[in-house]
């Protein structure tokens, strides 16, 4: 059974989303306050997070941080805020899935269950299958992906990405040196980034640079094409890139 973690000030719409997920077959713990739910999200161990933007003790981009800086279990964020400029803000601090209120608790469960569903054969992973995983790093690549274990590797590290950095990183490895559009990559992740843009999409890569670049102020691997997208250049030891 699945577990979701639902931070949620409101006692009514924390309810309702218990019950809806209860019914679906999840095992669901409640948070009222965010001290409460970074303390079940620790205990609890939840497959996914439900997040309420505006809490009473600590604003809920604030939880969203705290939490993926210790897990890279799925947040949802919940909000009645609907400007891009808060979804941008929910992405950077590590959301995986935004939806504005008032919202179809259909929707809501299925797109709970594609979440978990993408994140659960990373998560069953154990610390020996990661090690070994890292061991067998070509050294010759400079960044690689385990397609099994949705693992991205970066010069022998393993990094966490969210869903959608991952998806974006195994298109651009699939394709080394294709210019990208921006629409091409939003297509690319559109299925489970659900407010994804051309502003989303430039966090993305940002995020990515930072995770993947030796230097992201001057990024090598992943290129920007002025007025269109951007490429991946594959890097060997051997190459230089000027």
């Not at 924390?14 to 019914?23: C, F, G, K, R, V």
């Not at 790093?137 to 385990?146: N, P």
């Amino acid at each position: 059974m699945y577990k979701v973690l639902v931070i949620e000030d409101d006692v009514m719409m924390s309810d309702m989303l218990s019950m809806y997920l209860s019914e679906e077959g999840y095992s669901v713990m409640q948070a009222y306050r965010a001290d409460e739910g970074l303390r079940l999200a620790a205990d609890f161990s939840p497959d996914l997070v439900l997040l309420d933007l505006i809490l009473p003790d600590l604003d809920g981009m604030e939880v969203c941080a705290h939490i993926r800086k210790r897990s890279n279990v799925p947040i949802m964020i919940l909000s009645m805020k609907s400007e891009v400029s808060e979804r941008v803000q929910a992405l950077k601090a590590g959301a995986d899935d935004y939806m504005c209120k008032p919202f179809s608790m259909h929707e809501m469960t299925a797109r709970v269950e594609a979440l978990i569903r993408r994140s659960n054969s990373l998560r069953a992973e154990t610390a020996f299958q990661i090690a070994a995983a890292v061991e067998t790093v070509d050294e010759h690549e400079a960044i690689q992906l385990d397609y099994e274990r949705r693992l991205l590797l970066v010069r022998g590290q393993l990094v966490e990405t969210t869903f959608s950095e991952y998806e974006l990183m195994k298109l651009f490895l699939a394709h080394p040196g294709k210019v990208f559009s921006r629409e091409e990559l939003i297509n690319a992740i559109r299925g489970f980034d659900s407010f994804v843009t051309d502003r989303a999409i430039d966090v993305h890569i940002v995020n990515l640079r930072k995770k993947i670049e030796q230097n992201p102020k001057e990024p090598r691997l992943i290129r920007t094409v002025w007025g269109f997208g951007y490429k991946y250049i594959a890097q060997h030891p051997s190459i230089s890139q000027s």
